[in-house]
């Protein structure tokens, strides 16, 4: 799953932690989790990525929606 943790001085944390202990998995920006609302009118309003790449993805990719480590993997 995706956690954000955001502090009191304004810093943000985008990490990958395991659906069954928590445990960190890997750190993600946000292009990892930008997705591009179905509702949008692409005639009217474009989604770029920070490298100014057309984000046309519509959902959160699988492997960060269920994820587990290696120990609960086994």
Do not use: A, Y
């Amino acid at each position: 799953m995706i956690k954000l943790e955001l502090t009191s001085n304004g810093t943000q944390t985008i990490t990958k932690v395991c659906n069954h202990c928590g445990c960190h998995i890997d750190n993600l920006t946000t292009d990892d989790i930008l997705v591009k609302p179905d509702w949008v009118d692409s005639n009217v309003l474009e989604f770029k990525d920070s490298q100014g790449n057309e984000v046309t993805r519509t959902e959160i990719p699988s492997d960060l929606k269920e994820c587990k480590c290696e120990e609960c993997n086994d």
